[in-house]
Nanobody, 115 residues
């Protein structure tokens, strides 16, 4: 299974973007799917994840602003980002983790938030 992220772009502070992660196969093969980000000069960090049962988890800095969701039929995972801040600027990566697939990373999509 391969993952491909899209939806990044330039947005003003306070604006919104929706990232999409498309899987080449069934996302049911993943026990967890999530989003990570890497800002210039910083390490890649966890942003949000959704487990196979549907529960979600977020890093503190995005709670209340970002929402992760999935569409199993469309083989997609989404990250809705609202009330965006300049510190959200980063390359965003989607990730899948499954017992048979292991850990899979998609290519990144650039998100830039201007002040």
């Amino acid at each position: 299974v391969q993952l491909q992220a899209s939806g990044g772009g330039l947005v003003q502070a306070g604006g919104s973007l929706r990232l999409s992660c498309a899987a080449s196969g069934s996302i049911s093969s993943f026990s967890t799917m999530g989003w990570y980000r890497q800002a210039p000069g910083k390490q890649r960090e966890f942003v949000a994840r959704i487990l196979s049962g549907g529960s979600t988890d977020y890093t503190d800095s995005v709670k209340g602003r970002f929402t992760i969701s999935r569409d199993v039929a469309k083989r997609r995972v989404y990250l809705q980002m609202n009330s965006m801040k300049p510190e959200d600027t980063a390359v965003y990566y989607c990730n899948g983790l499954g017992p048979r697939t292991g850990q899979i990373w998609g290519q990144g999509t650039q998100v830039t938030v201007s002040s």
